[in-house]
């Protein structure tokens, strides 16, 4: 399976010269805890919600300076041709919870901790949902507790 197969967070981007304040306001509208720092499809940086915490409020930043002295950069990308190995690789060596995906150097989308999730409890249910069935209609199917008596000879 590839990165292009899994990757459905849209990406929400804010320019370089955006302010800390803007950006923040817009990660609140988009319910999101990070936005990519972008111009003209192509990826300059990330900025964080904890990147707007530790990198600015903390030591007093004025709210009207520019994203980009706070971005990390350069960003822990994935290619949209890279297999899901790559990407589970990728974020355990980083730590990062969000992958930017390039096709070349254009941005398209981003790969998040989240979408991995839902593929592994999709591919569990998958594989577990046909067994719970199975199980639950041969214990319905089956004698009833008289059949199986107790092999520690206790009674109920």
């Known amino acids: 399976m590839r990165v292009a197969d899994l990757m459905i967070t849209p990406p929400i981007a804010v320019l370089p010269t955006a302010t800390v304040r803007q950006a923040a306001r817009r990660m609140d509208e988009e319910a999101v805890g990070c936005v990519l720092v972008a111009e003209d499809a192509t990826l300059h940086g990330v900025l964080t919600d904890r990147d707007l915490v530790v990198r600015a409020l903390a030591p007093g930043a004025d709210p009207e300076t520019p994203v980009f002295e706070f971005m990390s950069a350069p960003a822990v990308t994935v290619d ?3 297999d899901l190995e790559t990407a589970y690789r990728v974020l355990r060596r980083t730590g990062v919870r969000r992958l930017p ?22 591919r569990l249910s998958d594989l577990l949902g046909p067994l719970s069935f199975s199980a639950l209609r041969e ?3 089956g004698p009833g507790p008289a059949a199986h008596p107790d092999p520690l000879g206790s009674t109920p």
Request: aromatic residues 4%; glycine residues 8%; negative net charge.
């Open 80 to 82: 949209v041709t890279d």
């Open 101 to 122: 995906v390039l096709d070349g150097a254009r941005l398209v989308r981003l790969l998040a901790v989240d979408d991995l999730f839902l593929d592994v409890l999709q």
């Open 139 to 141: 214990g319905s199917a």
